[in-house]
């Protein structure tokens, strides 16, 4: 199926002179000095997709001990000296015909490209990359029972009565199977959740001041009564990732008090009768202590943040990261979490919730898993991996180029980690790294396709303009004998931006060495119009547009972006 196209050959050969050829040399007795490996596409069965974990499987099968792909055959795959891949966001199927001119490179390059099936466009650009970044796996036998789970921290009582130290941070966080901001939400799996973001009357955490120590990681826990204007704040406590209580106020309620909730908060009238701590007190306080890159971990976050009226993403969410049985809808109470993760019971006194406690035992529940991995907790048969922690297993040396928040994410092992901010930043650091005799793989995003979609989907005259257009060519389509789809007109910054996208992919090729595989995978198209229009149906937004007319733009819009590309080709 795949047809190799001679112009990039030509235009790389003054690049690629000086690349050494000792991987090949290796196996000269067996191939020869002109073998060369090949990629041989498999007829693809009528209407048949990839999926993601089908462009992943063949990385391992080339660098690692994966399985052999069904849908393409390698020939002579020990002569590939490394591979690319390259990860380009935004650029669906029908983008991508509709604009092949313009991205010729692709073709030339890697020949005709293979549909891959995105994941939903309910998911966000992370699981995307998380699918193609990650492996699960089978258990092997003597891995079945990992982990134990014995309490992390020890209660102070239990310190007196052992003598045992609390553990450090550094004995805490070492040798993790992925870093800590692995776990913590992202900004749709917030939304989901019912996180205040950026919300009016709400403080936002700040940055640590330069040359500060600040908490990495704090637990969060708060108990509310109920007052003459709803839920309002009673007490607040942060404990650190040693258990011990670093804020633990009592807070008086601006608002006339009608419930103090005591059979849940713990909170009594005798309690609060002295108190005259604010909740402009309390906040400030809290911002002292928890800053824009502080982690904050809790469970069901959302309320607490809510009674303290601040904004913070950086959270770890324990109803979120231990899933319920019966899906994202259900979340599991966080005494059921303790007895059973934790061995313990809690919010078992007749007094109400003792928000310290509660607190640590998020605290320990979130290192629990972030020790680990995100399978603990999950049915024993499968776990998850980075994928470049398995290369690194096959001795191979991985260099990732990306955002510095993916990079913090997925890097591993042997691997080299270069945070990136642009797309000719990703380009100069992977033309350099492709040289580079001792990696194996190497990673990059070209962001600005998908960076594009999501400032287009944001501002309210163009969408306006694109759904009128896209509910004109539905109309007409629907009118119309033609049945192939339907095609939008593309504006010229989109064209000037597919044509750098294009340069880029052609510089790159031209950099890599001899039998190096270059895999160029898109994930799916314009997600952001698809989440805007999806809100917009959601929260019933007051538009000029039919709301039938509204949710078929917004099916032909999902199919289209759920359509995503896999380029594979090698440089010969």
């Given at each position: 199926m795949l047809s190799q196209n001679q112009n990039c050959k030509a235009s790389?050969?003054?690049?690629?002179?000086?690349?050494?050829?000792?991987?090949?040399?290796?196996?000269?007795?067996?191939?020869?000095?002109?073998?060369?490996?090949?990629?041989?596409?498999?007829?693809?069965?009528?209407?048949?997709?990839?999926?993601?974990?089908?462009?992943?499987?063949?990385?391992?099968?080339?660098?690692?001990?994966?399985?052999?792909?069904?849908?393409?055959?390698?020939?002579?795959?020990p002569l590939i000296p490394k591979v690319?891949?390259?990860?380009?966001?935004?650029?669906?199927?029908?983008?991508?015909?509709?604009?092949?001119?313009?991205?010729?490179?692709?073709?030339?390059?890697?020949?005709?490209?293979?549909?891959?099936?995105?994941?939903?466009?309910?998911?966000?650009?992370?699981?995307?990359?998380?699918?193609?970044?990650?492996?699960?796996?089978?258990?092997?036998?003597?891995?079945?029972?990992?982990?134990?789970?014995?309490?992390?921290?020890?209660?102070?009582?239990?310190?007196?009565?052992?003598?045992?130290?609390?553990?450090?941070?550094?004995?805490?966080?070492?040798?993790?199977?992925?870093?800590?901001?692995?776990?913590?939400?992202?900004?749709?799996?917030?939304?989901?959740?019912?996180?205040?973001?950026?919300?009016?009357?709400?403080?936002?955490?700040?940055?640590?001041?330069?040359?500060?120590?600040?908490?990495?990681?704090?637990?969060?826990?708060c108990e509310m009564c109920i007052t003459s204007e709803g839920f309002e704040l009673t007490r607040v406590t942060l404990v650190d990732i040693r258990g011990e209580v670093v804020l633990d106020e009592l807070v008086k309620p601006s608002n006339t008090i009608i419930d103090y909730n005591t059979r849940f908060s713990g909170i009594t009238c005798e309690m609060l009768n002295e108190v005259t701590t604010s909740l402009q007190e309390i906040q400030e306080d809290f911002l002292k202590l928890v800053y824009k890159d502080t982690i904050l971990v809790g469970h069901s976050l959302e309320n607490d943040l809510l009674a303290l009226k601040i904004s913070h993403s950086l959270v770890i969410d324990t109803a979120v990261l231990y899933k319920h049985p019966r899906g994202a809808s259900y979340k599991t109470a966080l005494r059921v979490l303790a007895r059973k993760f934790l061995s313990r019971e809690i919010q078992q006194s007749g007094n109400g919730h003792d928000s310290i406690e509660d607190a640590r035992a998020t605290m320990e529940l979130a290192l629990l898993k972030i020790q680990n991995g995100p399978e603990f907790g999950a049915p024993p048969s499968y776990m998850r991996e980075k994928l470049l922690t398995i290369l690194s297993q096959s001795s191979k040396t991985s260099s990732f180029i990306d955002d510095i928040s993916i990079v913090k994410r997925y890097t591993s092992g042997l691997s080299h980690a270069f945070p990136v901010s642009s797309?000719?930043?990703?380009?100069?650091?992977?033309?350099?790294?492709?040289?580079?005799?001792?990696?194996?793989?190497?990673?990059t995003q070209f962001s600005e396709l998908n960076s594009y979609f999501k400032k287009q989907a944001g501002d309210v005259e163009n969408l306006n303009g694109r759904l009128a257009e896209m509910i004109s060519l539905l109309t007409c389509h629907k009118k119309s004998a033609n049945k192939k789809g339907i095609k939008c007109s593309v504006k010229p910054e989109l064209k000037e931006i597919l044509t750098r996208m294009d340069s880029r992919i052609r510089s790159l090729y031209a950099t890599l060495p001899t039998n190096a595989m270059l895999i160029i995978c898109t994930g799916h198209g314009d997600t952001a119009i698809v989440h805007r229009l999806r809100k917009m149906l959601a929260e019933e937004s007051e538009t000029s547009f039919c709301r039938e007319k509204l949710v078929k733009v917004l099916e032909e819009l999902q199919a289209q972006a759920e359509v995503a590309l896999c380029f594979v080709g090698m440089k010969h």
């Open positions: 790389a050969s003054e690049e690629d002179t000086s690349t050494s050829n000792n991987h090949r040399s290796d196996f000269f007795d067996i191939y020869g000095p002109q073998g060369k490996a090949e990629i041989v596409f498999k007829t693809p069965e009528t209407n048949s997709t990839l999926n993601l974990q089908d462009v992943q499987g063949l990385v391992t099968w080339v660098l690692a001990e994966g399985f052999m792909p069904s849908w393409v055959f390698i020939k002579n795959k690319v891949m390259l990860y380009v966001p935004g650029l669906d199927a029908a983008l991508y015909l509709s604009q092949s001119k313009i991205l010729s490179s692709l073709k030339e390059c890697c020949g005709n490209p293979r549909a891959v099936l995105a994941l939903s466009c309910v998911s966000d650009g992370m699981q995307t990359i998380d699918a193609l970044l990650t492996c699960k796996r089978k258990r092997k036998r003597d891995e079945s029972n990992p982990v134990s789970n014995k309490p992390i921290l020890a209660s102070e009582q239990e310190q007196c009565d052992t003598g045992t130290d609390v553990p450090s941070r550094v004995e805490l966080m070492k040798n993790l199977p992925f870093p800590v901001t692995y776990y913590t939400l992202t900004v749709k799996e917030l939304e989901d959740n019912g996180y205040c973001l950026n919300q009016p009357g709400f403080l936002s955490t700040l940055p640590a001041p330069s040359g500060c120590s600040f908490y990495d990681m704090l637990a969060l826990d797309d000719d930043e990703a380009l100069a650091k992977a033309r350099k790294e492709v040289k580079n005799e001792q990696v194996h793989f190497v990673w």
